[in-house]
């Protein structure tokens, strides 16, 4: 279509719109298509203003649900946490500046017997045990002090039935929080772990059979109680009380009747202690007494009054008591209880049932033995030890038939130390199990050398060697194992070896003795009861030992040339013997009257300085080598 027929196809459809053409139809059109290109710059503006709001009103649907979402969580937060708070075992409260309580968890029932809502709107110190709402009082005001701050404190609240339970709480102010308003509580339950740990502390520092103070107790009460100036003015007096014998009563009426002395002990030492003093059980049968006095003679005359006390009752075992001062010698606890110990040992020595003040002097005597038994320790490590070998002949002919292997320590500063010395002290310390397992050790090897030497020069061979074992040994459970052991490594026959013990073992360790000589008498040892007659209840403990030999001490052979009385001894022990079908030893025969003697009352066997010294392995073989061939002479 031309410009022509558009004009007029305009004008037309003008007119028949009703309106009238311009005397310029150009001019029209003109202003037409400007209004048309306004109508369309206009439209266009309300069509961006419309993608706009909606585009704004997308933006606040999102936001709108957004916070629906929020909102949703926020809710069940808040249930999560009412769960959580209402089922927790901790308490939470809050606690408003008047002290009055504003909300309380439903856990408060459990812990102070009353709901929830009987807790709200009371003051918290109304359930505070009275010693404790100041504590409670002085944490609160601390934290409010220092707002957000947290202070952890524990005290005891009075359930409904008036019986305290421990609580253990973290204070928190939270007054600035608009929805909390206060301090808030965080507290448990925690009286099971007081219990809890007043049980340990019973334990750690109570003996769990009497119910005494333990000795770190004890050490502690001393420490507490020492005196700023020892030996003036107030000070104290440490008895320290031992009952005598007491590992015969356990073994021959029975541990649970050990432990019914031990209580009844407890109970009659508690009851005589004056006031003031304390009383406690070291271990053992082992007690003390801590006096303490203005006036330094009481201790010494407690402890008398406490041994004669102990004396006289027949239903209590006597006692040997130690008593040490502060003072000279005894300047610190530990000195004093050491000194004490000293003094229970010197007691015991002197024959028990009995009291020893330490002395001051015996310090050094003290030290010196200390020293020595750290040497006796290295001795066997040191090549300080060696034995020498006692021989025991056959009463009738002379000829040596046995021997006894005894332990000699050669000092490197002290020289020769007696076996009287160092044994006994070994025998206090465990120092006799490593001595006695050398003494064995060496004496079946040099027994399995003497018989590899006369094998080799066809000349006799020692009937057995004899060897002292102790109670500590006897005690332990695996010795007869280790015996056994011992002799299949040196090859040497189990009857070669005896082994002799003492009547006081046989009394004061009989339970655990009779079942270790048992595993030994299977084994096929040799068992000798050494310094027969000279212990208690030798009879009754013949009966039931499975002993080969008793020995005769040399106390009864040096008497009964002089002593009709000693001399019917050694008759009845003969007699006694052959009745038993046991062997005799007469130890300690000096003189050729003493062996004639023996040998007319039906001794078997002597062994003593008549005979020979104790020898050095060689010096044996040259009397066992002198004997066969004495023996073969009269033979022939």
């Known amino acids: 279509?031309?410009?022509?027929?558009?004009?007029?196809?305009?004008?037309?459809?003008?007119?028949?719109?009703?309106?009238?053409?311009?005397?310029?139809?150009?001019?029209?059109?003109?202003?037409?298509?400007?209004?048309?290109?306004?109508?369309?710059?206009?439209?266009?503006?309300?069509?961006?203003?419309?993608?706009?709001?909606?585009?704004?009103?997308?933006?606040?649907?999102?936001?709108?649900?957004?916070?629906?979402?929020?909102?949703?969580?926020?809710?069940?937060?808040?249930?999560?946490?009412?769960?959580?708070?209402?089922?927790?075992?901790?308490?939470?409260?809050?606690?408003?500046?008047?002290?009055?309580?504003?909300?309380?968890?439903?856990?408060?029932?459990?812990?102070?017997?009353?709901?929830?809502?009987?807790?709200?709107?009371?003051?918290?110190?109304?359930?505070?045990?009275?010693?404790?709402?100041?504590?409670?009082?002085?944490?609160?005001?601390?934290?409010?002090?220092?707002?957000?701050?947290?202070?952890?404190?524990?005290?005891?609240?009075?359930?409904?039935?008036?019986?305290?339970?421990?609580?253990?709480?973290?204070?928190?102010?939270?007054?600035?929080?608009?929805?909390?308003?206060?301090?808030?509580?965080?507290?448990?339950?925690?009286?099971?772990?007081?219990?809890?740990?007043?049980?340990?502390?019973?334990?750690?520092?109570?003996?769990?059979?009497?119910?005494?103070?333990?000795?770190?107790l004890v050490n502690n009460y001393i420490e507490n109680a020492w005196p700023a100036e020892p030996g003036r003015g107030a000070t104290v007096g440490l008895l320290l009380v031992d009952i005598d014998h007491f590992k015969l009563i356990n073994d021959t009426r029975g541990h649970p009747a050990g432990d019914e002395v031990l209580v009844e002990v407890a109970r009659s030492l508690r009851e005589f202690a004056p006031n003031g003093s304390i009383v406690g059980r070291l271990g053992g049968d082992e007690f003390a007494m801590l006096v303490r006095t203005s006036d330094a003679a009481e201790p010494l005359r407690i402890a008398k009054e406490l041994v004669a006390l102990f004396g006289e009752a027949a239903e209590l075992p006597s006692i040997s008591v130690g008593l040490a001062l502060p003072g000279r010698g005894c300047e610190t606890p530990a000195e004093l209880v050491r000194a004490a110990d000293m003094a229970l040992y010197q007691a015991k020595q002197d024959g028990r049932a009995r009291v020893a003040t330490f002395d001051v002097e015996q310090d050094d005597t003290w030290i010196q033995r200390l020293e020595l038994e750290s040497d006796l320790r290295a001795a066997t490590r040191r090549g300080q030890l060696r034995l020498l070998y006692q021989p025991i002949v056959d009463l009738a002919t002379s000829e040596l038939v046995a021997a006894e292997a005894l332990v000699r320590w050669e000092h490197p500063t002290r020289g020769t130390i007696s076996p009287a010395i160092f044994i006994p002290l070994a025998e206090e310390s465990d120092t006799i199990i490593e001595v006695g397992s050398w003494v064995l050790r060496t004496a079946v090897?040099?027994?399995?050398?003497?018989?590899?030497?006369?094998?080799?020069?066809?000349?006799?061979?020692?009937?057995?060697?004899?060897v002292n074992v102790s109670a500590a040994e006897l005690r332990?459970?695996?010795?007869?194992?280790?015996?056994?052991?011992?002799?299949?490594?040196?090859?040497?026959?189990?009857?070669?070896?005896?082994?002799?013990?003492?009547?006081?073992?046989?009394?004061?360790?009989?339970?655990?003795?009779?079942?270790?000589?048992?595993?030994?008498?299977?084994?096929?040892?040799?068992?000798?009861?050494?310094?027969?007659?000279?212990?208690?209840?030798?009879?009754?403990?013949?009966?039931?030992?499975?002993?080969?030999?008793?020995?005769?001490?040399?106390?009864?052979?040096?008497?009964?040339?002089?002593?009709?009385?000693?001399?019917?001894?050694?008759?009845?022990?003969m007699s006694l013997a052959a009745a038993l079908d046991l062997k005799v030893v007469a130890e300690g025969v000096e003189t050729i009257e003493q062996h004639e003697k023996l040998l007319a009352l039906g001794g078997v066997m002597g062994q003593g300085y008549l005979y020979a010294l104790p020898l050095a392995p060689d010096e044996l073989v040259a009397m066992l080598v002198a004997s066969g061939s004495a023996a073969n002479q009269t033979a022939a």
């Open 1 to 216: 279509m031309s410009y022509k027929d558009a004009v007029t196809a305009f004008i037309r459809l003008y007119e028949e719109a009703g309106g009238n053409p311009t005397t310029d139809p150009v001019a029209a059109v003109r202003e037409l298509f400007a209004a048309y290109s306004q109508a369309r710059v206009f439209a266009a503006e309300i069509s961006e203003t419309f993608a706009a709001e909606r585009a704004r009103a997308q933006e606040l649907e999102q936001a709108l649900e957004e916070l629906r979402r929020t909102h949703a969580e926020v809710e069940r937060s808040e249930h999560r946490f009412r769960a959580l708070v209402s089922n927790a075992s901790d308490v939470v409260i809050v606690i408003d500046p008047d002290d009055q309580v504003t909300y309380a968890s439903d856990a408060v029932q459990q812990v102070c017997g009353c709901s929830a809502e009987q807790l709200t709107g009371g003051s918290i110190t109304d359930r505070v045990h009275p010693d404790d709402t100041t504590k409670l009082k002085l944490a609160m005001q601390t934290v409010r002090e220092e707002p957000g701050s947290t202070l952890t404190v524990s005290f005891r609240i009075v359930n409904e039935d008036r019986t305290p339970r421990y609580i253990e709480a973290a204070l928190t102010d939270l007054s600035d929080e608009p929805t909390v308003g206060g301090i808030v509580l965080n507290a448990r339950d925690v009286s099971e772990q007081v219990q809890l740990e007043d049980e340990l502390r019973h334990a750690a520092y109570r003996d769990p059979l009497t119910g005494l103070p333990n000795r770190a």
């Open 445 to 466: 090897r040099q027994l399995a050398d003497w018989d590899r030497a006369s094998g080799a020069a066809g000349t006799a061979s020692l009937g057995y060697l004899s």
């Open 476 to 573: 332990d459970p695996g010795y007869a194992a280790r015996v056994g052991r011992l002799l299949d490594e040196f090859g040497v026959a189990p009857n070669r070896i005896q082994l002799e013990l003492t009547e006081t073992i046989l009394a004061e360790d009989g339970h655990d003795v009779v079942k270790r000589l048992e595993e030994l008498k299977a084994l096929g040892v040799g068992l000798a009861i050494d310094d027969f007659g000279t212990g208690y209840s030798s009879l009754s403990y013949l009966t039931r030992m499975p002993v080969d030999l008793m020995k005769v001490d040399r106390s009864f052979v040096d008497g009964m040339l002089t002593s009709e009385r000693v001399e019917s001894v050694v008759r009845a022990t």
